[in-house]
């Protein structure tokens, strides 16, 4: 009952937010200024989607867990994320409105999702960017809607999964067959990363980001379906690791990227395999637990916090 709660009022105010806030927005106001369009969108974005951290934290009582680095409010960053399950994606939410950008966030995602009922066209409107997994296709849609992100003062969060799907073992099998015959990283936890797309991203954008985050999400007991969202079940306890790089620490040709996005997947892997091991990242607690003011006001600042240590791999 408390899942199917959760569920009725998440797609209830979806749905008013979608079919009558949203469309006016972004139609009227762009015909005005694209930079207010934006900033207006996600602000309504931001208040409707604040239900979801709050559904997640306080209703179902999933833990979630931070650790690594702790970063700073209201920055304008490219986030690379490993794709253990369906439902990763909504889990950044957390990390998002604990730093006042919730509004911000926009995922590059499969085509097939722009076609939802009703949810497609909010995914539009948001300005996701779809992809069909053949390059060709994707390379001029991709560097299009990625350069009307280029303007500083608009805030960006651009999510993206280089791995390309969701993690499973028959996955995993095939991506370590491939790995093995030409000559990559053998990876476990992970699949091998696709490349392209995190370069085009990071050359679009260089200049205007202020950092890129490398996160890795792992569950301390199972990983969780949608379905177990909605029923409120799993998971019990999410762990997220955030490295930050400085954009102005990130390799400057494409090539230069390739390779350290490359050893940033061996690096997870190996993180990976940690937690497997003792059931947590290193560094925890750089985050507070969510209070339920802050799902009310979304627009909230991070209150300052110790900066830890940093061990990418644990010893």
């Given amino acids: 009952m408390r899942g199917l709660i959760c569920l009725l009022v998440y797609l209830s105010t979806a749905f008013m937010f979608l079919v009558y806030f949203a469309p006016v927005v972004a139609v009227l106001t762009r015909l005005f200024s694209v930079h207010y369009s934006r900033k207006t969108t996600s602000f309504l974005f931001a208040l409707w989607l604040a239900l979801w951290p709050f559904l997640f934290?306080?209703?179902?009582?999933?833990?979630?867990?931070?650790?690594?680095?702790?970063?700073p409010p209201k920055e304008r960053v490219l986030i690379i994320a490993n794709h253990r399950t369906?439902?990763?994606?909504?889990?950044?939410?957390?990390?998002a409105?604990?730093?006042?950008?919730?509004?911000?966030?926009?995922?590059?995602?499969?085509?097939?999702?722009m076609k939802l009922p009703v949810f497609g066209w909010g995914f539009h409107i948001l300005e996701f960017i779809s992809v069909e997994r053949n390059?060709?296709?994707?390379?001029?849609?991709?560097?299009?809607?990625?350069?009307?992100?280029?303007?500083?003062?608009?805030?960006?969060?651009?999510?993206?999964f280089p791995e390309g799907t969701d993690f499973s073992e028959q996955?995993?099998?095939?991506?370590?067959?491939?790995?093995?015959?030409?000559?990559?990283?053998?990876?476990?936890?992970?699949?091998?990363?696709?490349?392209?797309?995190?370069?085009?991203?990071?050359?679009?954008?260089?200049?205007?980001?202020?950092?890129?985050?490398?996160?890795?999400?792992?569950?301390?007991?199972q990983l969780p379906t949608?379905?177990?969202?909605?029923?409120?079940?799993?998971?019990?306890?999410?762990?997220?690791?955030v490295r930050r790089i400085p954009a102005k620490e990130m390799p400057a040709?494409?090539?230069?990227?390739?390779?350290?996005?490359?050893d940033r997947f061996q690096l997870k892997d190996r993180l990976l395999s940690d937690f497997k091991a003792h059931g947590h990242f290193p560094d925890e607690g750089i985050e507070q637990e969510l209070s339920t003011l802050r799902c009310l006001n979304s627009k909230n600042r991070a209150s300052p916090q110790r900066q830890p240590p940093y061990s990418e791999v644990p010893r």
């Fill in 171 to 221: 996955k995993c099998q095939r991506s370590q067959k491939f790995a093995n015959e030409v000559g990559l990283p053998v990876l476990k936890n992970v699949l091998l990363p696709k490349t392209r797309g995190f370069c085009l991203c990071l050359e679009v954008l260089r200049g205007s980001l202020d950092a890129v985050y490398d996160v890795s999400i792992a569950y301390k007991h």
């Fill in 57 to 71: 934290e306080k209703i179902n009582g999933t833990k979630v867990v931070f650790s690594g680095d702790l970063v």
């Fill in 135 to 160: 390059w060709e296709v994707d390379e001029p849609v991709m560097h299009q809607m990625v350069s009307t992100f280029k303007d500083p003062q608009d805030p960006l969060w651009l999510a993206l």
């Fill in 86 to 95: 369906e439902v990763d994606w909504m889990y950044l939410w957390d990390l």
């Fill in 226 to 241: 949608f379905l177990d969202n909605v029923f409120g079940t799993d998971p019990s306890e999410v762990h997220i690791h």
């Fill in 97 to 113: 409105l604990r730093k006042g950008c919730l509004g911000y966030i926009k995922y590059i995602l499969k085509s097939s999702l």
């Fill in 253 to 262: 040709s494409d090539s230069e990227a390739a390779s350290w996005l490359m």
